[in-house]
Nanobody, 124 residues
Framework: QVQLVESGGGWVQPGGSLRLSCAASGRTVSRYTMGWFRQTPGNEREIVACMDWSGDNLYYADSVKGRFTISRDNAKNTVALQMNSLNPEDTAIYFC?????????????????WGQGTQVTVSS
């Protein structure tokens, strides 16, 4: 089993930045695709970004392209999401997820392990 714990959420003003971190434990996730999803009340969980184990294959939702950057450190068993130029529409609970299958997947059903989520609030 893999346990994922997110950190780094909080409140930020529009235009600000936050860096989310996800620490994996239980087993190495160095060969897993890692993703960040977010969810707002009453809505489905949506993909924000994901990266395969090599880091060569990435995906970003159109709404975050150019503002968010996903990265991973396989040696430390961590993945991060740097979020810049935040706007109120980015307000959500952000989840880290791990996918054991090969490839970059944007659908949450592919992901086997999930963190508890961290709240990000963007407001003035």
């Amino acid at each position: 089993q893999v346990q994922l714990v997110e950190s780094g959420g909080g409140w930020v003003q529009p235009g600000g930045s936050l860096r989310l971190s996800c620490a994996a434990s239980g087993r190495t996730v160095s060969r897993y695709t890692m993703g960040w999803f977010r969810q707002t009340p009453g809505n489905e969980r949506e993909i924000v970004a994901c990266m395969d184990w090599s880091g060569d294959n990435l995906y970003y939702a159109d709404s975050v392209k150019g503002r968010f950057t996903i990265s991973r450190d396989n040696a430390k068993n961590t993945v991060a999401l740097q979020m810049n130029s935040l706007n109120p529409e980015d307000t959500a609970i952000y989840f880290c997820a791990a996918d054991r299958s090969i490839g970059v997947h944007t659908i949450q059903d592919y992901y086997d392990y999930w963190g508890q989520g961290t709240q990000v609030t963007v407001s003035s």
